[in-house]
């Protein structure tokens, strides 16, 4: 396991934790057509820079009532789970949501948070089910070096504004000068990050489908806030 210290907030880089036996069952599960429609959305967000709307990726949302019902799906969220809590160790805490995302060439991933909350008080998991990868196919998800505990500042500068133009161009500058930590979807490997750190999924350059699975759980001492 690999440890990487982004301004405070944790990211944790995890190969071969989960069995490939299980990475194979779920990759298949995903890329099938058995799934409820109302489960599956396209993730439309923008460009915080302009007015223009993008569709980030295809996300389909696993339902909490199903983990006991289909034995793929109860052994991959036993598996992620497991591995979050034993890196992460939290307290009382409740899983906020798990969902998978494909993304293909054609898609426009933004930056974002995955919480809003304080240091160490979110999580999220995120693995790579994908069966294949090469370094050069891209697809990297890129975590960014800046402090984001200024809540308000991030809310509105993520968040296009043509009132606020400012602050879209402060965090530009921060964003141009910034470390990134850059990790590639190999197959299998898990990265367990703070949630409130600045990140973004890239698509492949490759023709080919990226497979992501996140699972997200807080504190319960946080669920005011949430």
């Known amino acids: 396991m690999k440890t990487v210290n982004i301004v405070n907030r944790p ?5 071969d934790t989960i069995s490939e036996d299980i990475e194979d069952k779920w990759s298949k599960f995903i890329l099938s057509d058995c799934h409820d429609p109302s489960h599956i959305y396209q993730d439309i967000g923008h460009d915080y820079m302009s007015e223009q709307q993008v569709v980030e990726n295809r996300i389909i949302v ?5 983990i006991s019902n289909l034995e793929v799906i109860s052994n991959t969220f036993k598996c992620l789970h497991r591995t979050m809590i034993n890196t992460v160790k939290p307290g009382e805490y409740y899983v906020k949501t798990w969902y998978t995302n494909i993304m293909t ?6 930056l974002h948070r995955d919480s809003r909350l304080g240091p160490e008080e979110s999580f999220t998991a995120l693995w790579y089910p994908n069966l294949d990868w090469h370094p050069n196919w891209g697809g990297e998800t890129l975590f960014y070096h800046l402090d984001t505990t200024d809540t308000e500042f991030f809310n509105e500068s993520l968040n296009y504004n043509k009132d606020k133009t400012e602050l ?17 979807p190999k197959p299998g490997r898990v990265v367990i990050f703070d949630s409130g750190i600045l990140h973004s999924g890239r698509c492949p350059q490759h023709k080919t489908t990226r497979i992501s699975t996140a699972l997200k759980i807080a504190a319960t001492s946080t669920l005011s806030s949430c």
């Open 105 to 110: 060439p054609e898609s426009q991933p933004w």
């Open 62 to 66: 696993h339902q909490p009532e199903l």
């Open 11 to 15: 990211l944790y880089i995890i190969d």
């Open 168 to 184: 879209h161009t402060q965090l530009n500058d921060m964003l141009y000068e910034c470390e990134i930590t850059a990790v590639i």
